[in-house]
């Protein structure tokens, strides 16, 4: 991508402060969206542009989603309050947002015109030197996009053969070109039909990875793509959906339904394969003969984006998908063979005659009042219902009460957020439930009965923003292995140690903290292996050093508590740890650096009460990933102070690959990176100092910036983000923040 990075940069990154936009246009399979996103990330991440985002379009535009999308990225108190605005109101509040600022947004996949004479009236022209990419596969839309800025549009070839060969091999051979001679001449035949797209040669060579290297064999896989290469009228590759159809028929029988199954999600929706795994085994598509059912799951997962069938777009730090999608083509592709096997149902706004006699599994993507058939559709076939899935707000939901689905394993409502008590009130029926997620902002209470599921696997109720409590029952569900509540929901106090098949809990609340540490306690002797929870809650559960939890790996404390327990120090596999302190000291350093597991850890610190901490070779030697946040409490110190100096001795942290500083002006002195000892990073390969600009002075930011840049030259092959936040807050000088100083401490003294 090197070439084509370089040369889409230049058509945005020149002298000119105008809006540009600049458009990538081709067809499917070259290689847009990989483009734009390799761009985003080279200049969009910088420090050049103080509003960044990065959105999809899709065949058919819903405008509040994108535009709403657009201001989780650029503005996250907006988007907090967005939830009601309709399309008028966004669009004036992004451009409002957006007016002063220099922006960089990616709009991926337009389809029409119109759809981006729509999304266009978001963005301001501020003559602030602000840049847009827009990706589309219609030349038409190429010249709509290029002709309001004067820019010009980026026009997409398929790869070269030398290109087109390094990547064949590449995924075969894992080298550019090792291709034995008696392979050479059908080598040749395979990319022909391929014609330099990307997709079609990634996808072919992940094919033939998994097979033998005879030359019969690739000869029979080469004949099975027809003559190509020929385009559509659309500039598509024909052969494409060949290659695709080839690649899905030599799946395992498993994979092959797990793939299926992606067809209940929208286009271009970001999949969190978390929850995808837990479906996949609510819906029983894997065998327990195979192993634990969560590292099958991951398996599938690896084995999909293996064989190019969906793309990874968020990779977590232990190198496992976070979050997948799967290409318009591949899309296509199993919603065709889907309504073929009649496997899954989906409406998604689009032309719907009728509706098969038996709905196996239903995907709502739009609201219910599109589909005056919809009810009815459930209503009929409800005794062979497996599955049904909802996605983004329905705003009309159907008049039926959830009862009776007797095959019904999956049933997530997230998009029916107007669901009220009366229509779960019968949840008790769907004996045959393994997988429920709820979301509602009217579900005050959930019936007793919920406790008759007692095959319910996944419990995720974390956007019930009215439920207070769970009723005492959710103790009898014995199988359940996951479960989600809101911060404000509170558990039951009591029944908790008989959940013995529990390895997930998120919560914060409880009646009864203390009986319930002891619950938890018990039921840490068991499965439970990641807990998220906080408060008087947390303290409780590691106050004592003698309570073990000997499988958990995975421990989030929010919102913060008082210090680091003490407890923490038995917690001997605990791999990754998230918490919160209101103060840290010496002591609370050497707890954490006493877990001999740890890999990951994110630090939010509110107060340190000793300004020097040194972090010796005496632990953290497993520590790759290491987040430390200390912004202070907002408020300036009523007394003097050097600001904190954290310092990292040789040998301390031999394994870290990745650092993540968000740090305050105000709180850290200006030697702070100075006496970091940066040097002794020798396995560093990221690095991201993100300073908070609320009520710092401008020279002190700028000091620290200057600083950091000298203490991290060592590592030439570190990558190094350095950025600002809430700028808005920031003081031009000295002298305006310490007349400030005094004015806060005037209101403290009064």
């Not at 420090?47 to 650029?74: A, N, P, Y």
């Not at 319910?456 to 103790?475: E, G, I």
């Not at 923490?568 to 000291?585: G, H, P, Q, T, W």
């Amino acid at each position: 991508m090197d070439g084509r990075v370089k040369q889409v940069t230049a058509l945005l990154m020149d002298e000119s402060m105008e809006l540009k936009v600049v458009p990538i246009v081709g067809s499917g399979g070259l290689g847009k969206t990989t483009l734009a996103m390799e761009v985003y990330r080279k200049i969009g991440l910088g420090g050049d542009f103080q509003c960044r985002g990065f959105v999809s379009v899709s065949r058919t535009l819903d405008l509040e989603k994108l535009l709403k999308d657009i201001l989780s990225q650029i503005d996250k108190d907006a988007y907090e309050n967005c939830k009601r605005w309709e399309k008028e109101q966004l669009i004036r509040e992004t451009k409002q947002i957006l007016i002063g600022k220099r922006y960089f947004i990616v709009i991926d996949d337009v389809w029409k015109e119109q759809d981006w004479k729509l999304v266009k009236a978001a963005f301001p022209e501020n003559n602030n030197g602000s840049r847009i990419i827009a990706t589309t596969h219609i030349t038409g839309v190429a010249n709509q996009c290029y002709s309001n800025s004067g820019g010009q549009p980026y026009q997409m070839v398929p790869l070269d053969d030398a290109s087109s060969r390094k990547l064949f091999f590449k995924r075969i051979f894992s080298s550019d070109d090792p291709c034995p001679s008696k392979l050479e001449e059908v080598s040749t035949g395979i990319l022909r039909k391929c014609g330099g797209l990307p997709l079609a040669i990634s996808t072919f060579a992940s094919l033939l990875a998994n097979k033998t290297h005879k030359k019969d064999e690739w000869e029979r896989l080469q004949d099975s793509i027809g003559t190509g290469p020929s385009f559509d009228n659309d500039g598509n590759l024909k052969e494409m959906n060949d290659i695709l159809l080839l690649s899905y028929w030599d799946l395992p029988h498993h994979l092959k339904t797990c793939l299926l199954y992606l067809c209940i999600y929208p286009e271009d929706y970001k999949i969190e394969c978390r929850e995808l795994k837990w479906k996949w085994m609510g819906e029983g598509f894997l065998d327990r003969r195979w192993g634990r059912l969560d590292e099958v799951a991951e398996n599938c997962i690896n084995e999909l984006v293996n064989r190019n069938m969906i793309q990874p777009t968020d990779i977590d730090d232990d190198g496992t998908v976070k979050y997948c999608r799967v290409h318009d083509m591949v899309l296509d592709l199993i919603i065709s063979l889907s309504d073929e096997e009649n496997f899954a149902t989906v409406l998604n706004g689009r032309v719907c005659n009728s509706f098969p006699n038996n709905i196996r599994r239903l995907s709502v993507q739009v609201s219910g009042k599109e589909h005056n058939g919809t009810n009815r559709a459930i209503t009929e076939t409800k005794l062979h219902l497996r599955s049904l899935t909802t996605f983004w707000q329905v705003q009309q939901v159907p008049p039926l009460v959830l009862v009776d689905f007797h095959a019904l394993r999956v049933l997530d409502l997230e998009g029916f957020f107007y669901l009220e008590n009366k229509h779960v009130k019968h949840i008790g029926s769907l004996r045959r439930l393994r997988y429920l997620r709820i979301r509602s902002k009217k579900i005050t209470e959930l019936p007793g009965e919920i406790g008759k599921l007692q095959h319910l696997q996944t419990l995720d109720l974390r956007h019930c923003y009215s439920l207070l409590r769970l009723p005492p029952t959710v103790a009898q569900l014995w199988k359940l292995v996951r479960l989600f509540v809101r911060h404000e929901t509170q558990l039951p106090p009591s029944g908790f140690r008989s959940l013995e098949a529990l390895e997930e809990l998120d919560f914060q609340k409880t009646d009864d903290p203390v009986r319930f540490a002891e619950e938890v306690n018990e039921l840490g002797k068991c499965n439970l292996c990641c807990l998220r929870t906080g408060g008087e809650t947390a303290e409780r559960l590691f106050c004592n050093p003698c309570w073990t939890y000997p499988s958990l790996q995975v421990l989030e404390i929010w919102p913060h508590i008082g210090t680091v327990p003490r407890g923490m120090a038995s917690l001997k596999n605990l791999v990754k740890l998230c918490i919160r302190v209101k103060e840290f000291d010496k002591e609370g350093l050497q707890i954490l650096m006493g877990i001999p597991s740890l890999g990951h850890l994110q630090l939010w610190v509110t107060e340190v009460i000793e300004e020097k901490l040194t972090v010796g070779s005496n632990g953290f030697k497993l520590l790759k990933v290491l987040q430390f946040n200390y912004t202070g409490d907002s408020v300036f110190l009523l007394k003097p102070t050097n600001g904190l100096r954290l310092t990292f001795e040789p040998d301390a942290v031999p394994a870290l690959r990745q650092l993540r500083l968000v740090l305050s002006p105000m709180w850290v002195g200006s030697d702070f990176f100075a006496y970091l000892g940066a040097e002794h990073f020798s396995g560093l390969a990221h690095l991201e100092v993100e300073f908070d600009c609320y009520r710092a002075a401008l020279g002190r930011v700028e000091a620290l910036e200057s600083s950091i840049k000298k203490a991290i030259n060592l590592h030439s092959d570190c990558e190094m983000r350095v950025h600002r936040i809430h700028e808005h807050g920031m003081f031009k000088d000295e002298k305006e923040w310490e007349e400030a100083v005094v004015e806060d401490r005037k209101r403290v003294e009064k």
